[in-house]
């Protein structure tokens, strides 16, 4: 019995891991469609969350089917608990990769301004790079990197606000640009809670190791200075 | 031992309505402290979100114990599995009223714009309102209410694309309401996302009916006309 177990926990891992790639790629793909103000690529990204989401409800059918049928002890019962949690975060994170896509199509023929497009483009690169980092951390079962990367999630908050603040500064200087900026703001806060879901995952791998779920991302909704 | 299934499945429920009607309370209050201007009011939002959190950490250490321990039939399963997945929908509700509460503090003294706090206010109204209706029908397990619940977020999608063009015309009008105006934006995307996790309960006591996860709300990120 256990073997079967382990290999099919594996298994779960395997998916929840190949959830996250594809994750990634749509947040890589809402971004770029954002900068380079492509409406196909943007489209694409809408389309494709259908199956990020069927991904999300296989993993949940999978992980309860474990419990269900196995009965797993209490340290075992954990690694289901994580991957039925965290592939909740990583379904929200593409449903917010859509929301920026969304806003790829809505901006239109908008008045851009470069050096806010230059902010998100970083943020966006570092929020994958966390996401990455994270999944990694997830299959090590490494609890210290991922304590490590909630902590780095202050980054993004930082950045938030940063852009946030550029953006009124841009759009009291000029309204031409304020319809378009609005875009800015709302793309920025989904970077932003991509960053909170991100975190959310890095605390799931340390109540694997620990049993205890730790609040390492208390301050999940930054404040402007 | 059915008995016992049925009394403790009774229990969850109970407590799922419970956070629910706490949850509610969070927006309400939040979106008071918004409109009212009231930081110390704001502040207690904020605070009492662990408390919500908790409330959700035992619903679902609850509800994987009675998987664990009963081994459910699939029907009870499932009556299971909608507590586990809408409770984190009303968790995600209550981050969104902190979200709320923390734009209340950041606006300050800052210029303000009556028309569209009363279309906020409004909007505040209509979402708790869908809120109590879906938290009924999940007590009842009425199916057909989920649905017409769901199909009424529209409604509040389309308050928020509203929200969002009123906003941009009259910064557009005025520098001054600027940086007040983007508080506005924030608030009301945080209501549209609220309206769209009361939407996925929707979709949870339909799936308890029919055992199909139904996307009820396929368009869940509005799109301004």
Do not use: C
Not at 15 to 36: H, L, P, Q, W
Not at 146 to 159: G, P, S, T
């Amino acid at each position: 019995m256990r073997g079967i177990f382990e290999d099919e926990l594996k298994k779960l891992h395997g998916k929840f891991t190949e959830m996250g790639i594809n994750v990634s790629e749509a947040i890589y793909r809402a971004s770029k469609s954002f900068i380079d103000h492509d409406k196909a690529l943007a489209q694409q990204v809408i389309d494709h969350d259908e199956q990020i989401n069927e991904e999300e409800v296989n993993l949940e059918d999978q992980a309860l089917m474990l419990i269900a049928l196995q009965q797993p002890v209490a340290t075992d019962f954990r690694r289901i608990i994580i991957v039925l949690k965290a592939s909740s975060d990583l379904e929200r994170i593409g449903d917010h990769a859509v929301g920026i896509a969304r806003e790829s199509i809505e901006l239109k023929g908008e008045h851009r301004v470069a050096e806010i497009e230059d902010d998100i483009a970083e943020m966006t690169n570092n929020v994958r790079a966390m996401l990455e980092e994270v999944l990694d951390a997830y299959v090590k079962e490494d609890a210290m990197e991922a304590k490590r990367i909630a902590d780095a999630n202050q980054k993004i908050d930082d950045a938030y606000v940063e852009v946030r603040e550029k953006t009124i500064a841009t759009m009291k200087q000029d309204a031409k640009v304020i319809t378009g900026s609005t875009s800015y703001l709302m793309v920025a806060s989904y970077l932003e809670r991509i960053g909170d879901h991100i975190g959310n995952v890095a605390e799931w791998v340390v109540y694997n190791k620990t049993g205890h779920i730790a609040e390492l991302t208390p301050d999940q909704h930054p404040e402007a200075k």
